[in-house]
C-alpha cells in the first residue's frame, strides 16, 4: 500500500529538548517536503527535497533543521523547540511533473 | 507565502444540497490541485486540473479552471454527512515543484 509513514503521532515536550519527526514513504518519490498546520493559516511549508542530499527552505525554516541522506527518509529536527512551535505537522511526498501528493497522518507537536 | 486562498472560509449546508467552493491565486500554475482534510487527519488528494484544462469531474465533483482570473471553483453536488471537512486548494508553481496551500474551506454538511 502507497503510503507516508509520520512518527510520532503525538508529541509533548519541553523547550529546549531536541527532537526528531521521522517521515518514510514508499512510493520512490523525488520530492518531499514539511508542512506545519496552524488554525485559520492553512498549511505553511518548512522545507522540502526534491531529491537526495538536495534540500531547500519553505515558507517558515526558521527553527527547523532537515536531511535526505536517503530517498524514501526525511526527518524533521528542532534542535531547540520553542512553544511557538506547538502546531500540527504533515509531511507529504510525490512525484515531479503533474502529481498528486501523499500525506502522512500528522503529528501534533505540544512545547512546553 | 500563500499562494491560494479559499472562500468562504466557512459554509454550512444542508444534505443534498451543493456545495460551491472558490480558490485566487497569484502567480502563473502548472495546475491546480484539491485537497481534503477530515479533523485534522492528513490531507487526500481529490482532483488535479492542469492550466490548459477549464473544467474537470470525478465523481460527485466538479472543478472549474479560469487562468485569465487565476480562480478555480469546487462544487460538491448531492452533498453527504460524509462530505464534512475541511477543502484545500493547492498550487503547483510554473518554476517549481512547491505545492502551496490555502487556509482552506470548512464545510459542514447538517444531516
Known amino acids: 500500500e502507497a503510503q507516508v509513514t509520520q512518527n510520532p503521532r503525538y508529541l509533548i515536550t519541553v523547550t529546549g529538548k531536541k527532537l526528531t519527526v521521522t517521515c518514510s514513504q514508499n512510493m520512490n518519490h523525488e520530492y518531499m517536503s514539511w508542512y506545519r498546520q496552524d488554525p485559520g493559516l492553512g498549511l505553511r511549508q518548512i522545507y522540502y527535497?526534491?531529491?537526495?542530499?538536495?534540500?531547500d527552505k519553505g515558507d517558515v525554516p526558521e527553527g527547523y533543521k532537515v536531511s535526505r541522506k536517503e530517498k524514501r527518509n526525511f526527518p524533521l529536527i528542532l534542535e531547540s523547540p520553542s512553544p511557538n512551535q506547538t502546531s500540527l505537522y504533515f509531511c507529504?511526498?510525490?512525484?515531479?511533473?503533474?502529481?498528486?501528493?501523499?500525506f502522512g497522518q500528522g503529528t501534533r507537536l505540544t512545547v512546553v | 507565502s500563500q499562494q491560494g486562498e479559499e472562500d468562504p472560509q466557512a459554509l454550512s449546508i444542508q444534505e443534498g444540497e451543493n456545495a460551491t467552493m472558490n480558490c485566487s491565486y497569484k502567480t502563473s500554475i502548472n495546475n491546480l490541485q484539491w485537497y481534503r482534510q477530515n479533523s485534522g487527519r492528513g490531507l487526500v488528494h481529490l482532483i488535479l486540473?492542469?492550466?490548459?484544462?477549464r473544467e474537470k469531474h470525478s465523481g460527485r465533483l466538479r472543478v472549474t479552471l479560469d487562468t485569465s482570473k487565476k480562480s478555480s471553483s469546487l462544487l460538491i453536488t448531492a452533498s453527504r454527512a460524509a462530505d464534512t471537512a475541511s477543502y484545500f486548494c493547492?498550487?503547483?508553481?510554473?518554476?517549481?515543484?512547491?505545492?502551496?496551500f490555502g487556509a482552506g474551506t470548512t464545510v459542514t454538511v447538517r444531516a
Open positions: 527535497s526534491m531529491n537526495v542530499e538536495v534540500t
Open positions: 507529504a511526498s510525490r512525484g515531479l511533473l503533474n502529481t498528486e501528493a501523499f
Open positions: 486540473i492542469r492550466s490548459n484544462e
Open positions: 493547492a498550487t503547483d508553481g510554473s518554476n517549481d515543484y512547491k505545492l502551496s
